[in-house]
T-cell receptor
Framework: DQQVKQNSPSLSVQEGRISILNCDYT??????FLWYKKYPAEGPTFLIS?????DKNEDGRFTVFLNKSAKHLSLHIVPSQPGDSAVYFC???????????FGQGTRLTINP | DGGITQSPKYLFRKEGQNVTLSCEQN?????MYWYRQDPGQGLRLIYY???????QKGDIAEGYSVSREKKESFPLTVTSAQKNPTAFYLC????????????FGSGTQLSVL
């Protein structure tokens, strides 16, 4: 039962353009969402998060949007840079729970 | 500087052998986690511990064991009962409060000889 889904295994974007990574979830009780970036053979690093009481959070080039009615969140990266090439995971925390549920990840490739 | 340290970076296991992966944190976090990553898949939770001397099974605990004798340490043992142990193992600790998130170590790649 995959509660957090990233339906696009890969995404290719030209340098300087906007990258949009998507994530869907099934459990309406999730109250906090996070995005992580992962390079090969390294641990994930935290990028940005959003509480379920908000619909947008911005940090520099990264913006996360949350649409609770659609149970959908997205990560926008603009402008995209070569160093953004990595696997991106979305994750969700269930209200009152002690663990994060991760999506399958999307591999983003930024082309020069 | 603060963070999570996993060792070794690479580990090889022989048939029937138990191996232990180390995870140490100096972030003073109560909760710690072990995840497994397989190619093309997300992070799957093996075990987690919310406090010293307490731990709970995650989604794929079979063939693994953990201990939490100290706040700073959360070692994972991959036993011979784990039939498909080859994977990238990630340890994390949790920062709670207004900026809740997991901090991850750099991972251990376990392979079977």
């Amino acid at each position: 039962d995959q509660q957090v889904k990233q339906n696009s295994p890969s995404l290719s974007v030209q340098e300087g353009r906007i990258s949009i990574l998507n994530c869907d979830y099934t459990n309406s009780m999730f109250d906090y969402f996070l995005w992580y970036k992962k390079y090969p053979a390294e641990g994930p690093t935290f990028l940005i998060s959003i509480s379920s009481i908000k619909d947008k959070n911005e940090d520099g080039r990264f913006t996360v949007f949350l649409n609770k009615s659609a149970k959908h969140l997205s990560l926008h990266i603009v402008p995209s840079q070569p160093g953004d090439s990595a696997v991106y995971f979305c994750a969700a925390i269930l209200e009152g729970a002690q663990k994060l549920v991760f999506g399958q990840g999307t591999r983003l490739t930024i082309n020069p | 500087d603060g963070g999570i340290t996993q060792s070794p970076k690479y580990l090889f296991r022989k048939e029937g052998q138990n191996v232990t992966l180390s995870c140490e944190q100096n972030l003073n976090h109560d909760a710690m986690y072990w995840y497994r990553q397989d190619p093309g898949q997300g992070l799957r939770l093996i075990y987690y511990s919310q406090i010293v001397n307490d731990f709970q099974k995650g989604d794929i605990a079979e063939g693994y064991s953990v201990s939490r004798e100290k706040k700073e340490s959360f070692p994972l043992t991959v036993t011979s009962a784990q039939k498909n142990p080859t994977a990238f193992y990630l340890c994390a600790s949790r920062q709670t409060g207004s900026n809740e998130k997991l901090f991850f170590g750099s991972g251990t790649q376990l392979s079977v000889l």
